[in-house]
Structure formats: C-alpha cells, structure tokens
C-alpha cells in the first residue's frame, strides 16, 4: 500500500506547520513602556495585519492540502476494504498476518489524526480571523485619532507658540528664544527663515512660519552667513518617491528632517510676488559638491507656478534660444504637461516633477539610482544637472533653498 508513507510524510508536514503557528502566535515577553509615534503604530498595526494574512493563506493552502490527502486516504481505504471482503474463506490464511490485521486499523488511525489536525487548523483559522478583525478596529481607531489631533492642531494653533513636527522634539525657535520673544510670537509668527535670522536666530531647524494670506507650515531653515534660506527640496537617499502628481507637487510630501518637497504653493507664498534667490547644492557619487544661486521669480497656481530666469541666468543654465526678458519655465508633472516641448511630456518620459523646459537641462526630482546605470536611457531618468555632470550622470544628493527678496 502506497497511502500510508505518504499519509505519514503529510501528518510530519502538519506537526511542523502547527509547531510553526504555535511558534507565530506565541506572545513576545512584555517590552518597557514607552511613548510610540503615530508612525510607529502604523507601521505595527500594518506588520501585524500583513502577519494575520499570511498565516491565513498559509492555513488556508495546508487545508486544502489536508483534504486531498485525506481524500486520497478515504478512497485507498475503501478499495483496500474491498479487497479483503472479496478474498474467499477458502484462499485466506488459517490466521491473518499483522499486516493483515494492521493495515485497516493504521488507515482509520491516520484518518482519525488527520481530522484532529484539521480541527486544530480551523480552530487557529478562527483565531486569525478574529485578531485581524480586531486589528483593523485598532487601525480605524487610531486613524480617527490621528484626524482629531490634526484638527485640534489647527483649530488651536493660533494660541500656541510653535508645535512640534510629527512627535519630534520642538524646534531649536522654541528653545532657545529669550522670554520677550516668546511674548511676541505667541499671536505672530514669523514670515520666513530670513526674517527668524534677521531677528536674532543663528542655529537651523524645524520652525514654523506664516508667511502672509497663508496658514502656518513647517519648515526646514537653514542659516548661513547669508541669512535665513528655506529647504524646499532634499534627496539624499531615496526614501521617498519623486514621481507624484500635480496636487502632490502643490501640497508638498515627504519628511521635512529627511527627503521631502516642500511644495508649490507654500514656496510661492514664501516669495510672494517680490522673487528671491534660488540656491542648489549638488553632490555626485565620487564625493564632489557643487553650489549655485540665481534671483528667481515665481509666478502662482494661475501660471502653472512659473519660474522666471532672467537672460543670462538662463544662459549660464545651458538654455537656447531665450528672449531678451528672459525665459520662462512652467512646472510639469505627468498628469498636468507644461513643458516647452510640444510632441512628448518630459515628466512621463523621464521622472518626476520639474520646471523641464525642453527636457535636457536639468531635473532635480528625477528616479533616485543608488549606483550609476549601465545603460544611457535608464540614467537619463535620474537626477541630473547637465551643466554640472552632465545629461547622463545621475546626482547623489541634492538640496534646494530658497530666501525671499526684501520686499521694497
């Protein structure tokens, strides 16, 4: 009988998957409490739930394995059965051999053990049904959490002097600002980075600012010998996915301690309708860097958030064919195609959104390589400046700075 070896491999199979399960589902030894972010409670609410599914497929794939096994098992018992009621009394032995006797008690034993087993399966089945439906009311309830807390923030942000970012620890403003400055800032916060470094702040951080018509946001200010810049933009290792959407790029995403866009709107609202300088460091693979500032003007929603270079600004940038006020580049994503090129659109053809112009001299917020491609249409897509590394290099890391022109 060739059933019962396989029956005995399944039921060593079926120990070890519930020795598994059992190890799975044992409880951790209890952790020191402490105080999680928000992202730490998603990140374990989501981890155990992707947990609850797998041991739920794999429960679900060792059934089904069980059940053929044991239909396999049902059908050689009964053919088995039948075999022995047709031998004749005449033909059969004068006292039955063990294995005579042995092999229709050995199949209703497996049968037997193969059924507790799967009771056991449906059993922990239940139990995973029942800790992902729990999981997902945790999830729910700290999603509404969250979107109370956002809401409290902004309904009592006017009567607080600065929040701090996403559970961090508060901006370097609020802990290092004299007395007299927290009396003034608690109905008024400051317009920009600048404005802080004009009024005394020397040391970069988070903060946050007002600029006017707008509701407060945080920021990343950096602060130089130069005065106070804004980050608008950070890409340092690929954290964060560059290749979003026009309300993406308005809105801004990512984190502003790491990889991050700021976001179309809270910059145009930072320059207003005075301009200011733009800054861009770059920084390529072999440890080089390399700085730049221009005067920019950039124009609102209205104007697809046009970045007006002056002529030789534009020049020096490598662009062709530019008119005597200037050259004027429209913002482009994927789905909104401002470009100046007429027969494709440079941010599905490469990567991201950008001021493209023509596609070849610069795109900041292309797909982040952790090595440099091999192949010339890959590295293309990438971030690349051209007249620094050239069209085909694509950039280590980048940042992007802002500071608004006085306003006269």
């Keep these: 009988m060739r059933c019962v070896p396989s029956a005995g491999a399944a039921l060593v199979l079926c120990a070890a998957t519930a020795g598994l399960l059992s190890a799975q589902g044992r409880p951790a030894p209890p952790e020191p409490p402490r105080f999680a972010s928000w992202d730490e ?25 069980l059940g053929a096994l044991e239909r396999r098992l049902g059908a050689c018992g009964a053919s088995c059965g039948l075999a022995l009621e047709t031998i004749e009394p005449s033909h059969a032995p004068a006292s039955p051999s063990p294995s005579d006797e042995a092999a229709p008690g ?16 449906e059993q922990l089945f239940q139990k995973i049904t029942q800790q992902q439906q729990h999981l ?12 109370q807390v956002s809401r409290l923030t902004s309904t ?40 802080l470094f004009e009024e005394g702040e020397r040391q970069s951080g988070l903060f946050q600012i007002q600029p006017q018509g707008s509701p407060p946001f945080l920021v990343n200010c950096q602060m130089t010998s130069d005065g106070g810049w804004t980050v608008i933009q950070r890409r340092q290792d690929g954290s964060v996915d560059f290749d979003r959407s026009w309300e993406a790029y308005k809105a801004g995403f990512g984190d502003p301690q790491g990889e991050f866009w700021l976001g179309l709107e809270k910059v145009h609202r930072i320059t207003g309708g005075h301009g200011g300088r733009l800054a861009v460091q770059l ?3 072999e440890g080089n860097a390399e700085s730049l500032q221009f005067p920019v003007q950039l124009g609102g929603e209205d104007t697809a958030y046009t970045l007006q270079l002056t002529a030789p600004v534009a020049s020096k940038l490598g662009a062709t064919a530019i008119a005597p006020s200037g050259l004027s580049l429209p913002f482009s994503t994927w789905d909104q195609d401002h470009d100046l090129r007429g027969d494709k659109n440079c941010a599905k053809t490469l990567s991201g959104g950008w001021w493209f112009g023509t596609c070849s ?6 797909h982040y390589f952790h090595s440099i491609p091999r192949q010339r ?32």
């Design 41 to 65: 409670m998603n990140v374990l609410a989501h981890g155990l739930l992707q947990l609850g599914h797998g041991l739920r497929e794999h429960v679900e794939r060792t059934r089904g394995q």
């Design 106 to 121: 050995a199949l209703r034993s497996l049968q037997m053990q193969l059924k507790a087993q799967n009771s056991r399966i």
């Design 136 to 147: 997902e009311k945790q999830r729910l309830k700290i999603q509404n959490l969250q979107n």
């Design 156 to 195: 009592h942000l006017d009567h607080e002097m600065i929040k701090p970012a996403r559970g961090k620890r508060l901006p370097k403003m609020a802990q290092h600002m004299a007395p007299a400055h927290n009396a003034s800032r608690l109905h008024r916060l400051p317009r920009d980075c600048q404005e």
């Design 283 to 285: 920084q390529d693979w």
């Design 361 to 366: 001299h610069s795109n900041l917020n292309g």
């Design 377 to 408: 249409q890959e590295r293309k897509k990438g971030i690349f400046w051209k007249t620094w590394r050239g069209r085909y290099y694509p950039l280590q890391a980048t940042t992007i700075l802002i500071q608004p022109a006085a306003a006269s």
